[in-house]
């Protein structure tokens, strides 16, 4: 790191009923391998978990400090409350996003370091995460639109990103602030990197790939044709669906009002008519 200056970073995860993911998650994480430069502290919401996960978190990862969720904040209100108890803990110079489906390599969190450092301004840092039946097809990291930038051994500006292992410093935190509250579990992510670009801020995906997240294909609830219309509907417009109302929003903040009213449109036709959509 430049000038051997201590970082310190704070890494930030929500969880709900997922314990052996979210242990090995942790666990992978805590064998990367980092310089003397770098202290991490672990931030993690517990959203109500039934299997005991936080029990177990406390058994094998006691410096991570657990924060417990109201049971309904899903993964955007899970990791704005990380994110605001990090913040008010101590002036950290680098936030981590880390989602607990994501299995790091050992390098992960040298490699984010390395991008942020070899720049010349402020950027936020994505970190590519690949399959592990296909470690060169990118599955989770920089976005242009509804692509995902597949790596290619530079470091490539995107637009979007998922939020699978994100590096914000504490600067661009203090511009942009936290996640947009209005979000409950998706598209929160994707705004960050839509606000970023819309305040100058640039987002780069690392070169390489910094760990395993698998590719989430299957078609959502509200999509599917064996689901009675009531229940695709009900899918449809709660937090874990498409919830049409946030896209709308989410296109609409920053003046993409054609495709927020087309993509509303196309959703409610694919829900009310899925067998035609799927032919």
Same mark, same amino acid.
């Given at each position: 790191m430049k000038n051997n200056k201590i970082h310190k970073v704070a890494v930030l995860l929500t969880c709900f009923n997922r314990k052996q993911k979210t242990l090995k998650c942790l666990e992978q994480l805590f064998e990367n391998l980092i310089t003397n430069f770098v202290?991490?502290?672990?931030?993690l919401v517990d959203d109500g978990s039934t299997d005991g996960t936080s029990n177990e978190v406390r058994k094998h990862f006691p410096q991570v400090s657990i924060i417990k969720g109201s049971g309904d904040l899903y993964w955007n209100?899970?990791? &704005?409350?990380?994110?605001?108890?990090? /913040?008010?803990k101590e002036a950290y110079d680098f936030f981590l996003w880390l989602? +607990? +489906? =994501? @299995?790091?390599? &050992? +390098?992960?969190?040298? =490699?984010?370091l390395e991008v942020y450092e070899s720049l010349e301004q402020e950027a936020i840092i994505v970190g590519a995460t690949c399959s592990e039946t296909d470690t060169s097809f990118t599955t989770y990291g920089g &976005? #242009?639109? $509804? $692509?995902?930038?597949? %790596?290619?051994? %530079?470091?490539?500006?995107?637009?979007?990103?998922?939020?699978?292992? *994100?590096? *914000?410093? $504490? =600067?661009?935190f203090q511009k942009l602030g936290n996640l947009d509250p209005k979000f409950r579990h998706s598209f929160a992510d994707v705004e960050y990197g839509m606000r970023a670009n819309n305040k100058g801020i640039k987002n780069y995906v690392t070169p390489k790939h910094i760990g395993v997240c698998e590719r989430d294909v299957s078609i959502k609830t509200c999509f599917l044709p064996s689901i009675s219309f009531t229940k695709r509907l009900k899918n449809f417009y709660s937090p874990l669906g498409m919830n049409p109302f946030e896209y709308a929003y989410l296109f609409g903040k @920053?003046?993409?009002?054609?495709?927020?009213? #087309?993509?509303?449109? /196309?959703m409610h036709l694919r829900v009310a008519f899925p067998k035609l959509w799927n032919s």
């Open positions: 202290e991490l502290n672990v931030f209100h899970g990791m &704005r409350l990380a994110w605001e108890t990090a /913040s008010k989602n +607990d +489906d =994501t @299995y790091l390599f &050992r +390098d992960a969190i040298s =490699t984010v &976005r #242009r639109g $509804k $692509k995902v930038l597949q %790596v290619n051994g %530079v470091i490539n500006e995107c637009f979007q990103f998922n939020g699978n292992f *994100v590096l *914000v410093s $504490k =600067t661009i @920053y003046g993409f009002y054609f495709q927020a009213f #087309r993509g509303v449109v /196309s």
